[in-house]
């Protein structure tokens, strides 16, 4: 079975600090790897897309990698806002095209004062 | 519209009731997905609309859940004889093209909460 495994589940972290998420995938192969923000009561938003031959992605203060022979990507978000608690969804697509994706469990962060 | 629009917003409906969930999509927009989301999960795939015509029904659960985009637009997912454990978000999306780069782009949900 495809498969999105994220860590952690959930993550606390101070106001400007830095964090990392993590993303490993079985989904094999694949066309593209995508990460969404997903904010209470709303529908996912698209943060980076990346096609398997590219390794980072950078979108503001997210910036995603990709490392497609061990099958992981990260999420680092640089000098957290307050506004960046969310759940951070990682999303990976089928070769067939848009459908259909493969959505991982998510990344419940919070960013406390 | 600026972006994609779902109703309503939350449904309460008693089990063995018909619901009608509306979506949306930005306008123009030839691919439209459907997604169910349970508490505390990722978005799981229902259906996909290429205009009119849905290519990929695989992700509905069961018989009881219908989609349909008759005009190549606006879609309607119908879920009959609603069951408990049919409680979730159900998210739809829309894609300007049918490109696998093509960013989807989310409505913001109907909750739906079978009593």
């Known amino acids: 079975k495809n498969q999105v495994e994220q860590s952690p589940q959930s993550l606390i972290i101070l106001e400007g600090k830095n964090c990392t998420l993590q993303?490993?995938?079985?989904?094999?192969?694949?066309?593209?790897l995508r990460w969404y923000k997903q904010d209470t009561g709303r529908g996912p938003v698209s943060l980076t897309i990346?096609?398997?031959?590219?390794n980072t992605k950078s979108n503001g203060r997210y910036t995603a990698t990709l490392d497609a022979d061990t099958k992981q990507s990260s999420l680092h978000i640089t000098a957290s806002q307050l506004s960046d608690s969310a759940s951070y969804i990682c999303v990976v697509s089928l070769p067939s095209g848009n459908t259909p994706l493969v959505f991982g469990k998510g990344t419940r962060l919070s960013v406390i004062a | 519209g600026a972006g994609v629009s779902q109703s309503p917003r939350y449904k309460v409906a008693k089990r063995g009731q018909d619901v009608a969930l509306r979506c949306d999509p930005i306008?123009?927009?030839?691919?439209l997905f459907w997604y169910q989301q349970a508490l505390g999960q990722g978005p799981e795939f229902l259906t996909y609309f290429q205009n009119e015509a849905q290519l990929d029904k695989s992700g509905l659960p069961s018989d009881r859940f219908f989609a349909e985009r008759p005009e190549g637009s606006v879609s309607t997912l119908k879920i009959q004889r609603t069951q408990q454990e049919d409680s979730a978000v159900y998210l739809c999306?829309?894609?300007?093209?049918?490109?696998?780069?093509?960013?989807?782009?989310f409505g913001p949900g109907t909750r739906l909460t079978v009593l």
């Open positions: 990346m096609t398997f031959s590219e």
């Open positions: 306008s123009g927009h030839v691919s």
């Open positions: 999306a829309s894609s300007r093209r049918t490109s696998g780069t093509d960013t989807q782009y």
């Open positions: 993303c490993n995938y079985t989904v094999s192969p694949f066309s593209n």
